[in-house]
């Protein structure tokens, strides 16, 4: 799809500043946790652990597509129903943890994977008059019923979550429509909400606004059930077509939020023709990072989000420093008058001797005398949700160029030729300028020295010093005692 497309196609349909909507449905309030930016805040303190155990090294993936997989479409399918469709009764595995029902899920609503898949079978379906969420998991139609392992019924109008520890048609507990990546979404030119994702395992808990776990695995280098993930700002997609990056975007924007076990970010989307299926191959991002949703929780019963207009960012946005070395950074605070910030390293206001201090009010950082990689943070005074960061590689400095001759002294009769030769190391440029007695090239007088090195001694005896300078780093010079003799 052309940049020229996507642009009219934007204009066409705009772009609602009320979130994600579904016909006339909001999905969710616009302040729902869902539906709100997460590039601002902090990095998670166990984010290193989390996404070293997920996988560094292993890519996005689009769970989702146009073609066919396994003889069903690729992606979890939904359907939009009026409020005159039938609702009919369903029988769960889960019971306690279902919603009752009925649901208003039509009995050949696509089923993921198709009607003979074996896997996780959710069937969606939105009513579009009553704004009402209908999701069911291993769903299999019946006669006149539904009967499946669990099922869940969400209010799009209302923050309401599960109750506390009950699953939904995910595993977290959480509503699946709400974090699909839709086609209509690329055609508007932007995705407003946090995308649904899966790693291969996570740890028997959860974070607000998830709900409920699904593991036995209780080490904390597992991730839980409902961490919010983003791709780093730095990441370039530049390189992506339209489409992807605005799928890419919203990752940095509203991140994914982990909801199921399966494989390692995999991105979660519904199904369509119009996708490009070798476009979305080439949706390969990585360089992701946990995020601290902690502070935008108002009640952990709710899944309203604390909102703000202000934002801060940090100059440079990246940056390598040499151990024991500074590097200024400065904050731009938007949405506000007050520019006042606090500086912190990996969370630590005025850092510390592994990571580096930084003066807390001005910013300049001293980095610490071993090489690390940290986040140099600037938290807003006004709004504690309001962080800027930048990320700092701590680097060795290069080793100091260094030159040698040979021979260091030596004996050459009146007029006749010696040939020296300098070694410079660490660095590329191994040029240097030779001088005798500090004159460049010499002369009668002293004795006179090619480029290459080559000294012809003047015809009166005495004593001269060669030496050879690095054009790399003209403050190392090493020299050669030599005495001219007659027979």
Request: aromatic share 8%.
């Amino acid at each position: 799809m052309s940049h020229r497309i996507l642009l009219l196609l934007t204009a066409l349909f705009g772009s609602s500043a009320f979130g994600q909507q579904i016909g006339n449905c909001p999905v969710f309030p616009a302040n729902n946790i869902w539906n709100t930016r997460v590039d601002q805040l902090a990095v998670h303190p166990s984010s290193a652990s989390w996404v070293t155990t997920i996988g560094s090294t292993a890519v996005l993936h689009p769970d989702f597509g146009a073609g066919m997989w396994n003889g069903g479409p690729i992606g979890i399918p939904f359907v939009t129903v009026t409020g005159s469709q039938t609702k009919y009764p369903a029988t769960f595995l889960y019971q306690s943890e279902s919603d009752p029902g009925p649901y208003a899920v039509p009995l050949n609503a696509p089923i993921e994977g198709g009607s003979a898949s074996t896997g996780d079978r959710h069937a969606i379906a939105i009513d579009t008059d009553n704004c009402l969420l209908y999701e069911l998991y291993r769903a299999f139609p019946q006669t006149s019923s539904w009967k499946g392992d669990s099922g869940a019924i969400f209010n799009l109008n209302s923050h309401a979550l599960r109750p506390l520890t009950w699953t939904s048609a995910d595993a977290a507990g959480l509503p699946i429509f709400a974090g699909l990546v839709r086609y209509d979404e690329i055609l508007a030119g932007e995705i407003k909400h946090a995308i649904r994702f899966t790693v291969p395992q996570s740890q028997r808990a959860f974070l607000w606004p998830g709900r409920h776990y699904a593991s036995s695995l209780t080490g904390a280098q597992y991730p839980p059930m409902g961490a919010r993930f983003r791709l780093k700002a730095n990441f370039d997609i530049s390189g992506f077509s339209p489409a992807n990056q605005i799928i890419l975007t919203a990752l940095k924007r509203y991140g994914m939020m982990l909801a199921d076990n399966g494989s390692a970010w995999f991105i979660s989307g519904a199904p369509d023709p119009r996708w490009n299926d070798t476009d979305l191959r080439a949706l390969q991002g990585s360089n992701f990072e946990a995020v601290d949703t902690a502070p935008l929780m108002i009640d952990v019963n709710s899944g309203e989000a604390r909102q703000t207009s202000v934002s801060v960012s940090v100059s440079p946005a990246s940056a390598s420093v040499e151990v024991n070395t500074q590097r200024q950074f400065t904050a731009t605070v938007t949405g506000t008058s007050n520019q006042a910030v606090t500086w912190d390293v990996n969370g630590v206001v005025g850092g510390n001797s592994v990571v580096g201090f930084i003066d807390s009010i001005t910013g300049l950082y001293t980095a610490p005398q071993a090489a690390v990689t940290v986040s140099v943070r600037a938290k807003s005074d006004v709004e504690a949700s309001a962080i800027g960061t930048s990320a700092v590689t701590v680097v060795n400095p290069p080793p100091l160029v260094a030159i040698t001759i040979s021979p260091t002294s030596t004996n050459v009769r009146a007029g006749r030729t010696r040939q020296f030769t300098a070694t410079v190391t660490n660095t590329t440029n191994t040029s240097v300028t030779w001088k005798v007695n500090g004159i460049t090239g010499g002369n009668s007088s002293v004795g006179t020295i090619s480029t290459s090195g080559l000294y012809r001694a003047p015809s009166a005896a005495g004593t001269a010093t060669v030496s050879a300078t690095s054009n790399a780093d003209p403050a190392k010079t090493a020299n050669a005692a030599v005495t001219i003799t007659k027979r």
